[in-house]
Nanobody
Framework: QVQLVETGGGLVQAGGSLRLSCVVSGLTFSTFAMGWFRQGPGKEREFVSTISWSGGITDAADSVKGRFTISRDNAKNTVYLQMNSLKSEDTAVYYC???????????????????WGQGTQVTVSS
C-alpha cells in the first residue's frame, strides 16, 4: 500500500511562491530517491527536479534552476518543492515520484520511477 500524496498546490500570482509537499507511506522513504514532474495543459509530462536518498545530490530542469528548490525530511517521510518567482508557464499538475536508490541515485526521466502520486494543481495567474 505505497502512497505518495502531494499537497500545497493552488492559485498564485506570477512572481509569487508556493511550497509543495509529498508525504510518502508504505515504503522505507530514506532508501528512495525522489523526483518532481509536471504536466501543463497541452504538454507532455516533464522533469522538474530530483533528490538523492540522503538529500546530498540534486538536479533540476533548466527551466526552474534558480527558482525551485527540492528538499527532503526523512524523519517526516516528506519531499518538498519550494517554488519561487513563479511564472505563468509553471502552471501544471505537479507529481512526485519515488525510485529505490539501489536502482537510481537520482533520476530525470519519468520511466525510471516506480511509484507516483496523484498530482496537485498549480495555477499561476498573470
Amino acid at each position: 500500500q505505497v502512497q505518495l500524496v502531494e499537497t500545497g498546490g493552488g492559485l498564485v500570482q506570477a512572481g509569487g511562491s508556493l511550497r509543495l509537499s509529498c508525504v510518502v507511506s508504505g515504503l522505507t522513504f530514506s532508501t528512495f530517491a525522489m523526483g518532481w514532474f509536471r504536466q501543463g495543459p497541452g504538454k507532455e509530462r516533464e522533469f522538474v527536479s530530483t533528490i538523492s536518498w540522503s538529500g546530498g545530490i540534486t538536479d533540476a530542469a533548466d527551466s526552474v534552476k534558480g527558482r525551485f528548490t527540492i528538499s527532503r525530511d526523512n524523519a517526516k517521510n516528506t519531499v518538498y518543492l519550494q517554488m519561487n518567482s513563479l511564472k505563468s508557464e509553471d502552471t501544471a499538475v505537479y507529481y512526485c515520484a519515488a525510485v529505490h536508490a539501489s536502482y537510481k541515485t537520482i533520476a530525470t526521466t519519468a520511466s525510471e520511477y516506480t511509484y507516483w502520486g496523484q498530482g496537485t494543481q498549480v495555477t499561476v495567474s498573470s
